[in-house]
């Protein structure tokens, strides 16, 4: 006779917030409200950052800045000359060398802990996370202890090798992940059709964790090219262009933005501001580029399950 | 190169005991897989059956503690041989698995050929190779048009027609199914089961069902695999699947089939 069906309750309709209601509503409320808030401070943490940098920097911002070096120019020297080009350059530099032996290391390393069953992948995991907390200057000051070892001049090479260290814990980090995500299964059927491990691997496996992968770069990358102390103390500054990383100075964005913010002239921390965007904006495109590979993977696979 | 003609073979169980570790999960299993036939290996689950099928290729090896006595004759040769390389046993006695697993990063077609580039192989008339080996899992006309979407774009029933596929490329003298069918719907599954029962013309089939109908409409022939708390499994009966249906000898198959356990 009666309809079973609960009444309909008007508040779910008209407001969310007006079902906060007895002291389960209460919690639930103050959670909500909670979490907004906390948001709304990093939101705004970040946006304070992102606008102090924008609003500093775009002063220096023109396309000789982008493109020419830091020659003949002095702190005091009118913005309309000089720019971060040998830094831009620099960095790039540096990043790739690190990333030429931090990619194929963090890999192997992401592959021993995924793919092995030895006893010693604990250890591995350990010292990798270790490796994961340590301090950049650390890095730079154990690889100038180095340096005045091999009684060598620094160069841009010793920057690179103080970079490694910081970058390879996140790569083989992130690439573990993106392996073990990898389902069982893919690599049984592989075997099952008469592979061998490492065939299995190159070319089940490794495919299937391809957007992980690169994602793990990008992390890396993201992690070193801002870092600024292991440079300052392996390699010399360059006013000019130096692509050659075993010999004389390199310029980089992180020594160029402590260079010229040290100097204190109004110039001088125009120009720190400007390589400092330039340098948020590399970042920002790498971490754009991340979230749009692992993105596709998603829109492709919702496309396939149609 | 690679022959398109498939050829059946004989394989052979001779006292095959298996452990994990020092936990024995076989005993003395003794069966006859004959040319061109279809063997149901049924049994409650945690019988070993799954593992059985396993050491008919060596898959379980992949599990690091696993032991194995005993010999596995394909034609009268041993796969444990220790001459003999496990990726080679693994070309000619095919496996499919529970739960379709094609290459996600792989077009349908390189699914089917996957096996030739996995293990080196190559094929003068891949083109050939792809028709039949999709004629064979009968699932050509459904898909000669959209060979080079990715295979995650399948149905279900039609990915594991695909495995089927991708197995049947190797030209493997048996096909190994471990519960083919137990993640699909029944109109897949009676496709995979009329496939069953074209394929065995061809090759010799060994399939793990959990589902005793199943067992009765594609098998030719079926053992009952049993194990109890410290006992390790074990065959039961063994027989032609009329007889193990219809009038099986030991009480506990009788139990079994008629659904008084398991």
Redesign the interface.
Same mark, same amino acid.
């Given at each position: 006779m009666s309809d079973p069906r609960p009444a309909k309750q008007p508040w779910n309709k008209s407001s969310k917030l007006a079902s906060f209601k007895g002291l389960r509503g209460f919690s639930d409320a103050v959670l909500v409200f909670g979490s907004l808030l906390l948001a709304a401070a990093v939101f705004s943490l970040l946006l304070s950052v992102l606008w102090s940098v924008i609003s500093a920097g775009s002063g220096a911002m023109s396309a000789e800045f982008l493109y020419q070096n830091n020659r003949y120019i002095s702190t005091t020297t009118s913005l309309d000359y000089g720019g971060v080009g040998h830094a831009i350059l620099g960095t790039l530099e540096l990043v790739l060398l690190a990333t030429a032996v931090a990619l194929p290391l963090g890999l192997a390393i992401a592959v021993y802990l995924t793919q092995s069953?030895s006893k010693l992948r604990n250890l591995v995991r350990a010292i990798t996370q270790a490796l994961a907390g340590l301090p950049s200057v650390v890095s730079g000051l154990f690889v100038l202890s180095i340096i005045s070892f091999l009684d060598a001049q620094k160069s841009g090479i010793f920057g690179a090798v103080a970079l490694f260290p910081l970058m390879l814990p996140t790569v083989a980090r992130v690439a573990e992940e993106a392996l073990r995500l990898v389902?069982q299964?893919?690599r049984? &059927? &592989?075997? !099952?059709? !008469? =592979?061998?491990n490492y065939? &299995?691997f190159f070319?089940?496996i490794l495919? =299937?964790a /391809?957007t992980g992968i690169i994602t793990a770069l990008l992390l890396g990358l993201a992690r070193v090219v801002g870092e600024t102390a292991p440079l300052i103390l392996t390699i010399q500054a360059n006013e000019g262009t130096n692509l050659n990383p075993l010999e004389g100075g390199v310029a980089t964005l992180p020594t160029y933005i402590y260079g010229f913010i040290s100097a204190g002239y109004a110039s001088s921390i125009t120009r720190a501001w400007g390589a400092s965007l330039v340098l948020l904006i590399i970042v920002g495109i790498l971490f754009v580029s991340a979230r749009l590979l692992t993105g596709d993977k998603k829109k /492709?696979?919702s /496309? !396939?399950? /149609? | 190169m690679m022959t398109i003609t498939p050829v059946a073979a004989e394989l052979q169980a001779q006292d095959v005991s298996v452990w994990f570790g020092e936990r024995q999960v076989l005993k003395d299993v003794n069966l006859t897989f004959r040319a061109n036939r279809v063997t149901a290996l049924i049994g409650p689950s945690g019988c070993g059956k799954s593992t059985f099928i396993r050491t008919l290729n060596r898959m379980h090896e992949l599990i690091p503690s696993a032991g194995l006595a005993g010999a596995i004759l394909l034609d009268g040769k041993d796969i444990y041989d220790p001459s003999v390389n496990p990726v080679d046993v693994r070309m000619e006695i095919g496996m499919v698995f529970q739960k379709p697993n094609p290459f996600p990063t792989m077009s349908i077609q390189n699914n089917v050929l996957s096996g030739l580039k996995l293990s080196g192989l190559h094929s003068d008339n891949k083109e050939e190779l792809l028709e039949t080996s999709l004629k064979r899992a009968s699932m050509w006309n459904e898909v000669k048009d959209r060979l080079d979407e990715p295979a995650t774009s399948l149905s279900g029933g039609q990915q594991q027609r695909l495995c089927i596929a991708r197995s049947l490329a190797m030209n493997p003298k048996v096909l190994l199914m471990d519960e083919p069918c137990s993640a699909l719907d029944p109109g897949s599954t009676r496709r995979i089961e009329a496939t069953i029962e074209e394929l065995s013309e061809s090759m010799t089939i060994v399939i793990v069902t959990h589902n005793m109908q199943q067992a009765q409409r594609v098998s030719h022939e079926t053992a009952f695999f049993l194990a109890d708390d410290n006992v390790p499994g074990g065959v039961v009966e063994f027989g032609s699947t009329e007889q193990v249906f219809g009038q099986p000898i030991d009480p506990r198959t009788n139990d079994y089939v008629n659904g008084h356990f398991g």
């Open positions: 069953q389902p299964d893919l049984l &059927a &592989a075997l !099952g059709l !008469g =592979a061998p065939r &299995a070319q089940v495919p =299937a /391809k /492709k696979k /496309k !396939g399950s /149609k | -």
